[in-house]
């Protein structure tokens, strides 16, 4: 079972809109949820890092929220953007000693004019 | 421009050949990890070095081994290949070995036919 899960798997607005991307994950303990754009092709980039003791952190028109209790987390877009079409990627970094990070599948957004 | 760098770009072989993929961590990065994105699937963890010595391993397969050199660049060694290890391939570094945010590369689109 996959230990980050993230709804919807894919995603249509007209731009100017908002929209919120959700994501829960089973991984306990864990260190931090970190939030990444990736564009067809390219590098993930990374938007936001929050620890477990943090509940929402921003970037630009990016907002992050946390809920350590129910285990969510959801990444919202105000103002969307043509550019903001991209998959954007929940990822978990757990606490144990392999120190590796647990991804999403990711959602896809896709901005229409 | 995350600071990473990834040679070749793209790489076309054929089945049961051998490939190095290099990764050039950004100045000063420590850490270095390796990921497998196959088609429409999420990022997985295969490895990661810190200072020249492995730290942690995902779900790298036997046939797949890498190394961190003494000038902290890394090399991805894929043998064997076969049709389904087609796929991109991303390097990302961090300053550290845990908590610090992870830059990625432009990848290296692997095609095996």
């Known amino acids: 079972k996959n230990q980050v899960e993230q709804s919807p798997q894919s995603l249509i607005i007209l731009e100017g809109k908002n929209c919120t991307l959700q994501c829960n994950y089973t991984v306990s303990p864990f260190s931090n949820l970190r939030w990444y754009k990736q564009d067809t092709g390219r590098g993930p980039v990374s938007l936001t890092i929050?620890?477990?003791?943090?509940n929402t952190k921003s970037n630009g028109r990016y907002t992050a929220t946390l809920d350590a209790d129910t285990k969510q987390s959801s990444l919202h877009i105000t103002a969307s953007q043509l550019s903001d079409s991209a998959s954007y990627i929940c990822?978990?970094?757990?606490?144990?000693?392999?120190?590796?990070?647990?991804f999403g599948s990711g959602t896809r957004l896709l901005v229409r004019p | 421009d995350s600071g990473v760098t990834q040679t070749p770009k793209h790489l076309i072989t054929a089945t049961g050949q051998r490939v190095t993929l290099r990764c050039s961590p950004r100045s000063g990065d420590l850490s270095v990890y390796w990921y497998q994105q196959s088609l429409d699937q999420g990022l997985q963890f295969l490895i990661q070095?810190?200072?020249?010595?492995?730290?942690a391993k995902g779900n790298i397969l036997e046939r797949f081994s890498a190394q961190q050199f003494p000038d902290l660049h890394s090399e991805l060694n894929l043998s064997s290949l076969e049709l389904g290890d087609s796929a991109l391939y991303f390097c990302?570094?961090?300053?550290?070995?845990?908590?610090?945010?992870?830059?990625f590369g432009p990848g290296t689109r692997l095609t095996v036919l």
């Open positions: 990302a570094s961090t300053t550290a070995g845990g908590d610090n945010e992870q830059f």
């Open positions: 990822v978990v970094r757990g606490m144990d000693s392999s120190y590796k990070l647990i």
């Open positions: 929050m620890t477990f003791s943090e």
């Open positions: 070095y810190y200072n020249g010595e492995e730290r």
